[in-house]
């Protein structure tokens, strides 16, 4: 019989619409605005539709959730920055766009370069988000940010990010991308612990 | 009534203040027009899914009052320039432009249709709409996700908030200038010049041996 596919798709169309009241009527207000409410919409065993109510409540970021990069640094004992970054060159190498600009700085009395970036420039209107900088920086400094709410009306004076708008603390990092955090930090610490005991020898 | 209709300044009695409201004209008119922004259907690459995605039920364009995509640029407010632009599309989107009413808007979503993206070296694209086009919201990301398109059209709604009848475009003397459409230029490469392309070569190369050997 031709249509009977028709039929059965528009029935499953109309199950989802009417398990969407049915479920709004049982779960009440708690549906929507928390963070439970969001976290059972977006689970599988849900049933009936449903909608993001964007700007009251977001879907839950995954941890490996990766936008624009950004630059980490470590929280000294007197609150200065410790930038991890060398400039070292790698994720400026590796980037396919090739959206990364580094400049070296240099030691103002002997000329010899300091590993730290006197600039650091990523243009974010040519990164493709594709994470292979954060992949490859050998001293975790570069990571992929989470925050996407970045739409601007001037890109000539907003969309070409320096080191200042590129540097958040690692406290932040933390925040977003806990596990990674954790697995780096331990690695980070072991490599210490091995160069402190070389040193002793 | 909603709140953001009301002007600020002006003591409304409780008893009457879910029915009356004092406002400017030029709150009205945003607030009308703020909700009642229709995007253009049509989509470049890639950033066009996400654009699918955020008109379907899960993000929902119509609570923002973008209710349906118009197939024609004559009913459209929007254009959501979403992808890559190359420059056999150029032409076709300014005459898009130019076809559609005032007051008009465009939104480059994504980082190719505001500054080339990964493309920006490529031959065949054209890097950033905004050469053609005069882009109201930038909205980076590849693709933006569609939490990120919906924050740049909220964006958009801001920008019409501030705007006044005095000063938009529109409402201007005169007639407004059009956009001039681009020709479909030359490439960088030209597929008709490669024997001359290979001849040249082989001249400066002839040229490179002769020197060495002398």
Redesign the interface.
């Known amino acids: 019989m031709y249509g009977k596919g028709i039929l059965k798709g528009l029935g499953v169309t109309l199950k989802h619409f009417v398990e969407t009241y049915v479920d709004d009527f049982r779960r009440g207000r708690k549906r929507y605005g928390t963070r439970e409410g969001v976290e059972y919409r977006s689970s599988k065993d849900v049933s009936g539709?449903?909608?993001?109510?964007?700007?009251e409540e977001?879907?839950i970021i995954p941890e490996e959730f990766r936008?624009?990069p950004f630059l980490v640094y470590d929280e000294g004992e007197n609150g200065e920055r410790e930038i991890r970054c060398t400039s070292c060159g790698i994720c400026a190498k590796v980037c396919?766009?090739q959206c990364i600009w580094i400049h070296r700085s240099e030691d103002p009395k002997t000329g010899r370069p300091v590993p730290e970036p006197a600039e650091f420039y990523i243009?974010?209107?040519?990164?493709?988000?594709c994470g292979l900088c954060a992949e490859f920086c050998p001293f975790d400094a570069i990571i992929m940010d989470h925050d996407?709410?970045?739409?601007?009306?001037?890109?000539h004076s907003n969309?070409i990010y320096d080191k200042e708008k590129l540097l958040k603390p690692a406290s932040y990092y933390q925040k977003i991308r806990p596990r990674n955090y954790a697995a780096q930090e331990k690695i980070r610490q072991e490599k210490a612990a091995k160069k402190a005991a070389r040193a002793r020898k | 009534m909603p709140d953001e209709l009301n002007a600020k300044g002006y003591d409304i009695p409780p008893e009457m203040q879910n029915t009356v409201a004092i406002t400017t004209l030029d709150k009205l008119y945003n607030w009308g027009r703020r909700y009642s922004a229709w995007p253009m259907m049509f989509g470049l690459a890639c950033c066009a899914i996400e654009m699918i995605a955020t008109a379907a039920s899960r993000f929902d364009l119509a609570r923002f009052g973008m209710e349906i995509m118009r197939p024609s640029p004559r009913q459209a407010d929007v254009m959501l320039v979403s992808g890559t632009v190359t420059k056999k599309m150029v032409p076709q989107i300014v005459r898009l432009y130019n076809q559609m009413p005032e007051p008009k808007y465009v939104v480059a979503m994504g980082a190719c249709a505001s500054g080339g993206g990964p493309f920006k070296e490529g031959y065949n694209v054209v890097s950033g709409i905004d050469k053609f086009l005069p882009v109201d919201v930038y909205i980076p990301g590849c693709p933006p996700t569609p939490q990120a398109l919906l924050y740049g059209l909220m964006k958009l709604q801001e920008m019409m908030d501030k705007q006044s009848i005095k000063s938009v475009r529109w409402y201007q003397k005169g007639d407004l200038p059009e956009i001039p459409v681009p020709i479909l230029g030359p490439d960088l490469i030209d597929p008709r010049d490669y024997p001359d392309f290979e001849f040249k070569l082989r001249q400066a190369y002839a040229e490179k041996t002769e020197e060495e050997a002398s």
């Open positions: 539709l449903f909608t993001v109510q964007y700007p977001q879907l936008f624009v396919p766009p243009d974010i209107d040519v990164c493709m988000n996407f709410e970045l739409a601007v009306y001037d890109r969309n």
